[in-house]
């Protein structure tokens, strides 16, 4: 489902990505481990399109991304890709379902199915009576299942998650890797996780080891 080809990226004179190739199938949980500097986050955002590669191609169900710009990338992203990272990124002023329907509203889906799917989705994650909620009024652990609510709105191709439980204690985190199995069974749903984790690692379906730049 997700196919990229020869991905380079330099900051400078420093080499961080050196032509990485990676495949990814429909309903495949894949995790990508290495030391800090590997290049595995500077990979995870060029493959959601949040960075660009210096040369290479992306491909997400057959449809080259690498050359989307501007709002046609914004709404291919939002609309196919879902996103965990290391800090929630909630938005303080809105209430969890309100965070999580943000992606939905902005893809212009009916506010009232949006809404609808956005309960739904904290129910399942064990949330069902915080929706109105502010994320100071949450744990670390339910500000994360928050995150992964409104990752999955829009019903993403795949979810990138980057250090997915750097910023949780190991109950959490241990909590976070059984969801994502939960959703991988129950919703098919296509991950692929930046992880330190050796236990969310060992729940994956293939570990790939990165090292200077490259899959090794």
Known sequence: MLKA???????GQLEV??????????GEMVSI????????STLLHILGTLDKADSG??????????????EKLAAFRNRHMGFVFQFHHLLPEFSAIENVCIPGWIAGTPKKNVEKRA???LDLLGLADRLE???????????????VARALINQPDIIFADEPTGNLDSTNARELHA???KLREQFQQTFLIVTHNEELAALSDRVLH???????
């Open 5 to 11: 080809a020869n991905i380079t990226r330099k900051y």
């Open 17 to 26: 990505l050196k032509g990485v190739d990676i495949t990814i199938a429909r």
């Open 33 to 40: 481990v290495g030391s800090s500097g590997a290049g595995k």
């Open 57 to 70: 191609a992306i491909w997400l169900n057959e449809q080259q991304i690498d050359h989307l710009k501007g």
């Open 119 to 121: 309960a739904e989705l």
């Open 133 to 147: 909620n502010k994320p100071n009024q949450l744990s670390g652990g339910e500000q994360q299942r928050v995150a």
């Open 179 to 181: 969801l994502f199995g």
């Open 210 to 216: 990165m090292k200077d730049g490259k899959i090794i």
